[in-house]
């Protein structure tokens, strides 16, 4: 299974970006998939997370600025960044629950997409 994330870049405050994560492989169905961040020198957190019927939960400091959504017959997960600040600088992690059939799952995790936000 592969986890491909993509979207990071430099970004200005207040600016906006969307990140994409695309799982392929030997891929019974996906069910929750989330995105973390992991700034320097701070553990990783979970940003959001969506699950396969589309409910969806936020770190308290994202609500009302991030929005995750998901495309199910594409294996692939959002996240669309508003009102960025610059703590929000961080490299973004995407991962997924992947099952392979009905006894057998994990999780898989991305490589990670630097977000930096500054002017």
């Known amino acids: 299974v592969q986890v491909v994330e993509s979207g990071g870049g430099l970004v200005q405050p207040g600016g906006s970006l969307r990140l994409s994560c695309a799982v392929s492989?030997?891929?019974?169905?996906?069910?929750?998939m989330a995105w973390h961040r992991q700034a320097p020198g701070k553990e990783r957190e979970l940003v959001a997370i969506?699950?396969?019927?589309?409910?969806?939960k936020y770190e308290d400091s994202v609500k009302g600025r991030f929005t995750i959504s998901r495309d199910n017959a594409k294996n692939t997960v959002y996240l669309e960044m508003y009102s960025l600040k610059p703590e929000d600088t961080a490299v973004y992690y995407c991962?997924?629950?992947?099952?392979?059939?009905?006894?057998?799952?994990?999780?898989?995790w991305g490589q990670g997409t630097q977000v930096t936000v500054s002017s």
């Open positions: 991962n997924a629950d992947v099952w392979h059939s009905f006894y057998t799952e994990r999780v898989y």
């Open positions: 492989g030997d891929i019974f169905r996906v069910a929750n």
């Open positions: 969506v699950t396969s019927g589309g409910t969806a």
